[in-house]
């Protein structure tokens, strides 16, 4: 068949499918005229119930003043990059105590039983205790083991936050790696793979795959809860907050640090949520999740 007979020849939408599309598209535009319009009714309604509400003025100078906001954010700001820091090296911990956690408590044979026993009782004891204390914990316990020795305050907090989150990191991934078909792991096995080799190029590529939303959320947790350092001592974001606070009598640089954590976790929630619909597509087409 010549050029110009495959060109003639060439699938065309029928009628019916371009009046189906025009009509999805005035679909799609009334929506989001409507979500607009709501969006800003609401807004006004909220606006004006909290402009005109009694104590407004008061609220909008102990925690919304811009000239303390202004003084206040080069400090906060310079709080801001110790967390940033204590989030890089945290992330890393966690990304390797987790993964180790969960491939001890998927061995299997009754000889890896004591290394399955220790990653079990890790991630009971650390997903129960809330962080606050495991940072107490650390930062006090372990500079009193050693009086004549002083850890800085952000590297203690760094090891509390890793202890915390390595456990719910090991659990989403072990979660991963056992929803892998077991006939994944017989296949390598079959091919002459060892059981270590089959975990790493086989079972945990596809669990992780699975659970990759998961894993982001709790990467957004972890930003929020490096601001907790603060209980140590550390000069974070959230301490040079209360330090201005302490000499202005005024809660704005606080405000002014939950705005920054917010601005810091943003992109990665909004991630999170592409990624999520990516695989959520993808799997209701039938492909390879």
């Known amino acids: 068949m010549t050029t110009d007979g495959a060109a003639a020849t060439a699938w065309q939408p029928s009628e019916l499918e371009l009046e189906r599309r025009e009509f999805r598209r005035r679909a799609s535009g009334r929506s989001v005229l409507v979500a607009l319009v709501s969006t800003v009714l609401f807004a006004v309604v909220a606006g004006t119930l909290v402009l005109t509400s009694p104590g407004w003025e008061s609220v909008q100078q102990a925690f919304f003043n811009p000239e303390i906001a ?127 080799q089959t975990l790493r190029l086989v079972v945990i590529p596809q669990g992780l795959r699975k659970v990759i939303p998961a894993l982001m959320n709790d990467f957004v947790s972890m930003q929020k809860d490096v601001g907790l350092i603060s209980v140590l001592g550390a000069v974070d974001a959230i301490r040079a907050a209360q330090i201005v606070q302490a000499s202005t009598y005024n809660f704005t640089p606080y405000v002014v640090a939950g705005l920054l954590f917010v601005a810091l976790s943003f992109p990665m929630i909004r991630l999170t949520d592409h990624i999520s619909a990516k695989m959520a597509a993808r799997e209701q087409i039938g492909g390879t999740v």
């Not at 408590?105 to 004591?114: A, D, E, I, K, T």
């Open 70 to 196: 202004w003084e206040s954010l080069p400090k906060i700001l310079e709080g801001l990059w110790l967390n940033i820091q204590v989030l890089f090296f945290a992330t890393i911990g966690v990304a390797i105590i987790g993964t180790l956690l969960a491939v001890m408590r998927s061995l299997r044979g009754p000889v890896f039983f004591p290394l399955r026993a220790i990653a079990t009782g890790y991630t009971d004891l650390f997903r129960g205790l809330p962080v606050l204390i495991v940072l107490y914990l650390v930062g006090f316990g372990i500079p009193a083991l050693n009086p004549t020795t002083r850890f800085p305050a952000a590297l203690l907090g760094t090891i509390g936050i890793m202890l915390c989150y390595s456990a719910y990191v090991a659990e989403v991934l072990r979660a991963g790696m056992e929803a892998v078909h077991p006939s994944q792991r017989v296949a390598a096995r079959s091919l002459g793979l060892s059981h270590a």
